[in-house]
């Protein structure tokens, strides 16, 4: 699979951004999907997880109440709403993707990875 990630920009804090991650390949359906994302100077973190059936997500606790993952693989497509942003969301974002049935967090675990989007919340 694939993965290209877009809709990043930049927003002033208390703003939405919807991320999208559009795949390529049959398979899409079979693999479950996260969001990462990396600040200058600062490790690749676990944003937001999702299973093959979107019957399962996690987030990471700094983003929990704010950001919403989900699917539709009948477009082979995960999202990632993000509203009442933050100047510490600011990072350059990525979608992974790896066949599994559940939830999957660890980078190193991921198969396929996007190239990124860039998001810059301001104060």
């Known amino acids: 699979v694939q993965l290209q990630a877009s809709g990043g920009g930049s927003v002033q804090a208390g703003g939405s951004l919807r991320l999208s991650c559009a795949a390529s390949?049959?398979?899409?359906?079979?693999?479950?999907m996260g969001w990462f994302r990396q600040a200058p100077g600062k490790e690749r973190e676990f944003v937001a997880g999702?299973?093959?059936?979107?019957?399962?997500?996690r987030y990471a606790d700094s983003v929990k109440g704010r950001f919403t993952i989900s699917r539709d693989n009948a477009k082979n497509t995960m999202y990632l709403h993000m509203n009442s942003l933050k100047p510490g969301d600011t990072a350059r974002y990525y979608c992974?993707?790896?066949?599994?049935?559940?939830?999957?967090?660890?980078?190193?675990?991921?198969?396929?990875w996007g190239q990124g989007t860039q998001v810059t919340v301001s104060s």
């Open positions: 999702i299973s093959w059936s979107a019957g399962i997500t």
């Open positions: 390949g049959r398979t899409f359906s079979n693999y479950a």
């Open positions: 992974a993707g790896t066949p599994s049935i559940g939830i999957v967090t660890t980078p190193t675990d991921f198969a396929s």
